[in-house]
């Protein structure tokens, strides 16, 4: 019974920062990769950022430099840091685990002023 419960999205203002977490049960944590993905209005579910069970990362060439993805093994969880934040980035952001059609609920992100 696998299960990603996601929590920290939020109205924020373009420049600050927010940080996504993504609880995993019912999989071996360690060994597995999860990433992020979001979707806008009118758009594709998009690759954000994603983490491999050794801890190498990718992300999307629009979030080089300002998104930060990272897990805590201990507590199952993987994080998206998102700093210098863009109303671009506003959409509804998605934990997958990988290689899979497991995915979380979404939590909605919006940056405004």
């Known amino acids: 019974q696998v299960q990603l419960v996601e929590s920290g999205g939020g109205l924020v203002q373009p420049g600050k920062s927010l940080r996504l977490s993504c609880v995993a049960s019912?999989?071996?944590?360690?060994?597995?990769?999860l990433a992020w993905y979001r979707q806008a209005p009118g758009n594709q579910r998009e690759l954000v950022a994603g983490?491999?069970?050794?801890?190498?990362?990718n992300y999307a060439d629009s979030v080089k430099g300002r998104f930060t993805i990272s897990r805590d093994n201990a507590k199952r969880t993987v994080y998206l840091q998102m700093n210098s934040l863009k109303p671009e980035d506003t959409a509804v952001y998605y934990c997958?685990?990988?290689?899979?059609?497991?995915w979380g609920q979404g939590t909605q992100v919006t940056v405004s002023s």
């Open positions: 997958r685990l990988a290689n899979s059609e497991y």
């Open positions: 019912g999989i071996n944590f360690q060994m597995r990769s």
């Open positions: 983490i491999s069970g050794g801890g190498s990362t």
